[in-house]
C-alpha cells in the first residue's frame, strides 16, 4: 500500500520555519476592506513619469523584446556608474563591477547567497523592512538583529553593532534612509560603523533605495568612506525614486570577484532583467532627476503634515529625514501595534501595518506611509484621532 502523501513533510526546513510577510498578510485583509484609506503599502502614488514610460513603448516598438547580458545592458550599467560618481562619492568599473537584477530585493538575495556559507552570521538593525532577516535565513545564515531607538532617531550605533559580533559574524546590512523609520545616518556615524567592520574584517551590504527622497542634510553612502569601496556591496534601484515599482528594476555594485559571484546565481536563476524595464531605466537615470526632486517636495509637504498630526494626536512621532514613512509610536493607547493596526482598519477604514511586521523592535510602533495624496492623509489622521479618543476613553 502507497504512503499518503503529505507535501508538508517535503518542504525544507529553512522555509517551513519563515513567517510570512507582515506587510502582505495585513493588506491581504484589507483587500476584503472597502472604502478604507491606505497608508500601508510602501509604493509611491504617483504614476511612472512619461517620459519613462514613453521609453519602454519605444523599446518595445523597436522589437526589443529579446535577452542582455547577464550583466544587464551596458548602457544601463555606463549611465548608473557616471549617476552614482558625482551623487555619492564612489566609483565602478561599468563591465566588471555592476550587475542589473529584478528589483533590489534579488540583488540582495543573490549577494546573501554569495556571501554565506551555512552558519555564517549577519547583522542588520532593526525595525527594519520585512524581507531581510528571511533572506538571510534562505541563504542558509544567521540573521543577527540589532535595535534602532526612537531616541536616536532609529540610527543604528556602531557599539551596538560591534556588541553583537562574534567570531561567526561574516556581514552587516544596512539600510538608510531606512523602511519603516525614515531614520539616516550622519557621516560621523558610518565612520565610526566603518571603523568596526575593518577592525572585524567584515562585508557591508548597503540598500540605499531611499537615498534620492533625504529631505535634510546629505546622504552619505557607507561604500565612499576610506577603506570601505572594496569591502561592500552596493544595492540601489529605480522603484522608488522614479515611481518605477512594477518595473522591477534594481542593481549591485562592488568588487569585480563579489559581483563575478553574483553573476553566476543571477544567470541561472533570472538569467537577465527585463530588457524593456533596462531600457526605460536608461531614460529614468539620464533624464529623471526633475521628476524625483518634484516628487519628493511633495513627499515632504506630507511629511511634515503627518508627523506634525501625529504629535497632536498624542502618538510621538520623529521626524523621518528620508524615505517616505512615519513610525508613531503608540505604546500609550495600551494596545500591541498588531490590535492597534487591526482595530483601526475595522473601526475608521484606514490602513497602517503593525510596527511588529518589521522585527520584535517594532512592537509599540505603527508605520505610515505618506506617499498617498495629502487629501486623503487628512483624512486618514481625522479617522486616527477619532480612533485614538476612543480608545484613551476605554
Not at 501595518?353 to 498617498?372: D, H, K, M, N, Q
Request: net charge neutral; proline share 5%.
Amino acid at each position: 500500500m502507497a504512503t499518503p502523501f503529505q507535501p508538508q513533510q517535503f518542504i525544507a526546513r529553512t522555509i517551513a520555519g519563515l513567517p510570512r510577510s507582515g506587510i502582505r498578510e495585513f493588506f491581504d485583509i484589507v483587500q476584503s476592506q472597502k472604502e478604507v484609506i491606505s497608508l500601508g503599502v510602501g509604493e509611491p502614488d504617483f504614476v511612472t513619469p512619461w517620459h519613462i514610460r514613453e521609453a519602454a513603448i519605444y523599446a518595445l516598438e523597436r522589437g526589443k523584446t529579446t535577452y542582455t547580458s547577464n550583466l544587464g545592458l551596458l548602457k544601463l550599467r555606463e549611465a548608473i556608474a557616471a549617476h552614482l560618481a558625482p551623487r555619492f562619492g564612489v566609483r565602478y568599473d561599468p563591465k566588471k563591477q555592476i550587475l542589473i537584477g529584478v528589483g533590489v530585493s534579488e540583488t540582495l538575495d543573490i549577494a546573501l547567497r554569495a556571501l554565506i556559507n551555512p552558519g555564517d552570521e549577519v547583522i542588520y538593525h532593526e525595525p527594519c523592512y520585512v524581507s531581510y532577516s528571511p533572506s538571510i535565513a534562505m541563504a542558509h545564515g544567521v540573521p543577527v538583529a540589532v535595535s534602532c531607538r526612537a531616541e536616536d532617531n532609529f540610527a543604528v550605533r556602531a557599539e551596538a553593532i560591534e556588541a553583537a559580533i562574534t567570531p561567526r559574524t561574516k556581514a552587516l546590512m544596512l539600510n538608510f534612509p531606512t523602511n519603516p523609520t525614515g531614520g539616516t545616518m550622519t557621516r560621523a556615524d558610518l565612520e565610526k560603523i566603518a571603523a568596526v567592520v575593518q577592525r572585524h574584517n567584515l562585508v557591508v551590504l548597503t540598500d540605499e533605495i531611499y537615498s534620492e527622497l533625504t529631505f535634510e542634510g546629505e546622504h552619505v553612502s557607507i561604500a565612499s568612506l576610506p577603506g570601505m569601496i572594496e569591502r561592500t556591496i552596493f544595492l540601489h534601484g529605480f522603484s522608488k525614486a522614479y515611481a518605477m515599482t512594477g518595473f522591477r528594476i534594481g542593481y549591485a555594485c562592488g568588487p569585480a570577484e563579489l559581483i563575478e559571484a553574483m553573476m553566476k546565481i543571477h544567470q541561472y536563476s533570472m538569467l537577465c532583467a527585463s530588457i524593456i524595464s533596462q531600457e526605460a531605466a536608461i531614460e529614468a537615470i539620464e533624464h529623471g532627476e526633475p521628476d524625483t526632486t518634484e516628487m519628493r517636495e511633495q513627499y515632504k509637504l506630507r511629511r511634515n503634515f503627518i508627523v506634525k498630526a501625529f504629535n497632536d494626536i498624542g502618538l510621538p512621532c520623529h521626524l523621518p529625514r528620508g524615505s517616505f514613512y512615519a513610525f508613531p509610536c503608540i505604546k500609550s493607547t495600551g494596545l500591541s501595534s498588531k490590535d492597534f493596526a487591526f482595530r483601526l482598519l475595522q473601526e475608521e477604514k484606514v490602513a497602517c501595518v503593525p510596527g511588529s511586521a518589521f522585527g520584535a523592535s517594532g512592537e509599540g510602533y505603527l508605520r505610515a506611509c505618506f506617499a498617498t495624496a495629502l487629501d486623503q492623509i487628512q483624512i486618514a489622521t481625522d479617522r486616527l484621532a477619532r480612533f485614538v479618543a476612543k480608545v484613551k476613553r476605554g
